[in-house]
């Protein structure tokens, strides 16, 4: 509806009031031209209607939802009888069509629901494949087929409205016989041969199938110039020929891969900008004709939403969802303005009726979203009570380690397969668990829905143990093929999801399969050529995410800075790999910390890894009486780091962290070499390791409950708040820096509230009563 909105604008009710604009971009000539390609573009989207559409849900839903289909048909349509009426004694040249052409178009036009439209909503909301969407689009199904076939008798019955000689009623019926005959042949003949063409285009046949989607295609134009001939409307054939293609194969998604985008980036929206040329919002003019848009609109969703209401309440459904239904099914949209364009077309609305039912269309249309985001939106919370992250993990080594690993496409895969592989412990009692999300962002696309519709169950990720990847999904096939070789217990899913949410499906599935560590692809990704650094930004909203999904993980989390991990020389996954892997864990204190440390001694146990932890220690150890951090609520988080608000003990953090390096020096003797660092300018230490190009990979922690040294950092410029400041240090761009980085951030619900600092002396903190303990370093 965005193009809707578009076409508007640029017709007579906005810029088109400027003559010389309408005669430089949209001259006279130009009118046929540009119908005659809508036309087309609309002809292969009511193709991709009815391919989209699958009549086996309304038998899967039973009869509920028939009953709540017919609810939302019938009352509108009787409203509809009304307001004809009213508009037949208000609007100037109503009265000239006949009362029954009058009376079906603005039945239809009230009542109908638009199906692909409802499917976008249900699918930004995650409400596809719940019982309210399931229901809500087997309902939409069977209205959209209903009001197609009183399209077509109000198109049978209008002729050309109130122009031209009077039509007999014999020609109606013979236009309505003659139409359902068409969609009889359609269903008997052409589904059967439509099946058989499927049949022969799918994977497991060595089949060339080009020939067979042009011949498709050309059978959408010969469809529509059939039922055109007979006296319907080309849209109707294009349609029914979309209902006989089979749904959910191979073939159906080859052929929306084909045309979708040509069709609705570029045939669709010269649709709406023609629609949007007929349309002027000045022709409403006066209190009366306003009157009549309040009026139509209040009429319509009073109408369709009590509609539904109603027999939803009488089918057991409970009450939240039964007005959710009502309101879903009072989605207007696209095929709104299909239905009026014909009216105006067969001259049955006039300008006046157009610019209101439009009004009334768009209006509906847009108060969808958010009236059920306010009544129905399911919460989404991610209450862990249980800290799970590596160092609780470990005390059992029995239990397996779940990880969740997220990708957005194939380019992350090897290093990802590598940071896999080197966590994999040797050691057969400990067994790694690996979930594969291939993160994938919702569109308007049409193959988008299918994908929804096909990859999630109850609103959320799929994840079906017994399902073989899909020949397409190259990012589960890889992953299945290393589990296999590497022994690794691996189960793919996708989520599909808008990317604002796309961080709720991480943590439901994090938080169902008891996830210890999710890790996370870091939205830049760094490629050197013959010395020359590239970065790759595959987009701000992926950090988006990544950021929401650190503040709300019921779990540990780890971001994946990737400069080519592994990409010289992988490991071999199994017994008999070869040490080619140098990994430095940096230690400066704190939980973050602390989990990369036991990340990196879990590195440690694989053969093929060699582990080196550097810590780093205050040179004047008086300077940790010197440095207090204040909470500053309103600095940028965009641009400061952001640390936790709970209460600690700094001291007790010190003998934890020492205590912590202790235990580990024991465990990993001999197989992981410690080296210490002192000095005051960390960020030249820091880079400095990771410019030598000695390590494939560093590990950090982000730094939340900072030590001394990561606090004097608070108040730096940050590039990369999410990272913390050592990791934002090693993700910045020109510095040489060579290795990847995985920056760690420790599951502690003590710790969930961050906010950005302000660093001030100890001398102006005991004249403020109102610093905390909780942020003395």
């Keep these: 509806m965005e193009f809707g909105k578009g076409g508007i604008i640029l017709g007579p009710s906005a810029f088109g009031r400027n003559q010389v604009y309408m005669h430089r971009v949209f001259p006279k000539w130009s009118s046929p031209i540009l119908e005659s390609v809508a036309s087309i573009g609309l002809l292969f989207f009511l193709f991709l209607v009815g391919l989209e559409l699958d009549l086996n849900s309304i038998r899967r839903t039973g009869k509920r939802a028939f009953v709540i289909a017919a609810a939302g048909i019938s009352m509108p349509f009787i409203l509809g009888i009304g307001i ?209 848009l309040v009026l139509v609109i209040t009429t319509a969703c009073t109408g369709k939403i009590v509609g539904t209401f109603t027999v939803a309440m009488m089918c057991m459904i409970p009450a939240r969802e039964s007005i959710t239904l009502g309101v ?59 800290d799970r992250r590596l160092q609780s993990a470990s005390d059992t080594t029995k239990d397996e380690l779940r990880v969740l690993a997220c990708v957005h496409g194939p380019g992350s895969i090897p290093s990802l397969i590598n940071l896999i592989e080197s966590t994999r412990s040797t050691n057969k009692a400990s067994k790694l668990k690996l979930y594969i999300m291939h993160l994938v962002e919702l569109t308007e696309r049409s193959s988008s829905i299918i994908m929804v519709q096909r990859l999630r169950k109850n609103g959320f990720p799929f994840i079906n143990r017994l399902r073989r990847s899909g020949f397409h999904d190259r990012v589960a096939v890889t992953f299945e093929a290393y589990g296999q070789l590497g022994q690794v217990n691996v189960t793919p899913t996708t989520a599909v999801s808008p990317l604002p949410t796309m961080h709720e499906d991480i943590c439901h599935v994090a938080e169902d399969k008891s996830v210890t560590m999710i890790i996370l692809p870091f939205h830049k990704q760094w490629r050197r050529f013959n010395d020359h650094e590239e970065v ?51 230690f400066f204190g704190g939980p973050d910390d602390r989990e990369a440390l036991e990340l990196g001694g879990r590195m440690a146990e694989h053969p093929a890894v060699n582990v080196t932890v550097i810590t780093f220690v205050q040179k004047n150890e008086m300077d940790d009486l010197d440095l207090v951090l204040r909470p500053s609520p309103n600095k940028c988080r965009e641009s400061n780091y952001t640390f936790t608000t709970a209460i ?122 109102d610093v905390e303990p909780s942020h003395l370093v």
């Design 328 to 386: 879903l099914m009072n989605t207007k949209g696209l095929v709104e303005l299909i239905v009026l364009n014909i009216g105006k077309e067969k001259k049955v609305l006039n300008d006046e009726a157009f610019a209101i039912l439009v009004l009334m269309a768009l209006f509906t249309t847009f108060i969808t979203t958010p009236t059920v985001m306010a009544i129905y939106k399911p919460a989404r919370g991610f209450s862990a009570r249980v």
């Design 648 to 769: 600690t003990n700094p001291q007790n953090e010190k003998e934890h962290d020492l205590t912590t390096v202790a235990e580990l020096k024991t465990r990993w003797e001999g197989m992981v070499e410690f080296v210490e660092k002192t000095g005051s300018n960390i960020i030249e230490q820091v880079v400095a390791i990771a410019k030598s190009g000695e390590y494939d990979l560093i590990v950090v922690g982000k730094g939340r409950c900072p030590s001394t040294m990561v606090a004097s950092l608070a108040e730096r410029h940050a590039e990369h708040p999410e990272l913390g400041p050592i990791g934002d240090v090693l993700a910045s761009s020109g510095q040489g820096i060579a290795s990847s980085v995985l920056v760690i951030q420790q599951h502690d619900m003590a710790h969930s509230e961050e906010l950005p600092v302000s660093k001030i002396t100890r001398e102006e903190a005991d004249n403020k009563k």
């Design 84 to 292: 004809a009426y009213v508009f037949r004694k208000a609007v100037d040249g109503a009265d000239k069509v006949g009362y029954i052409q009058y009376v079906v178009f603005m039945g239809v036009a009230l009542s109908i629901t638009a199906f692909p439209v409802l499917a976008r909503i249900l699918a930004e909301l995650k409400l596809l494949t719940t019982r309210v969407g399931e229901t809500a689009m087997a309902a939409a199904a069977f209205n959209d087929v209903a009001a197609w076939i009183l399209l077509a008798l109000a198109i049978a019955l209008a002729g050309n409205g109130g122009d031209g000689p009077h039509k007999s009623p014999l020609i109606s019926i013979w236009v309505l016989l003659s139409g359902v005959a068409f969609v009889a042949f359609m269903m008997v003949a052409i589904k059967p041969a439509m099946n058989w063409v499927a049949r022969r285009c799918s994977p497991e046949q060595d089949t060339v199938d080009e020939a067979y989607i042009c011949l498709t295609l050309g059978g959408v134009l010969v469809a529509g110039f059939v039922t055109d001939f007979i006296g319907i409307h080309a849209i109707f054939g294009a349609f029914v020929f979309g209902l006989t293609i089979p749904k959910g194969g191979d073939f159906a998604e080859k052929l929306i891969e084909r045309i979708e985008d040509f069709v609705t980036g570029l045939l669709l929206p010269l649709y709406f900008a023609s629609s949007g040329l007929k349309t002027d919002v000045a022709k409403i003019k006066g209190g009366k004709a306003w009157g009549l």
């Design 536 to 586: 790759e930004n595959v987009g701000h909203g992926w950090r988006g995410v990544n950021q929401r999904v650190l503040k709300e993980a019921p779990c540990s989390v780890a971001v994946l800075l990737d400069r080519g991990y592994g990409g010289g020389a992988q490991m071999t996954p199994g017994p008999t790999s070869t040490a080619v892997q140098k990994v430095c864990v940096m």
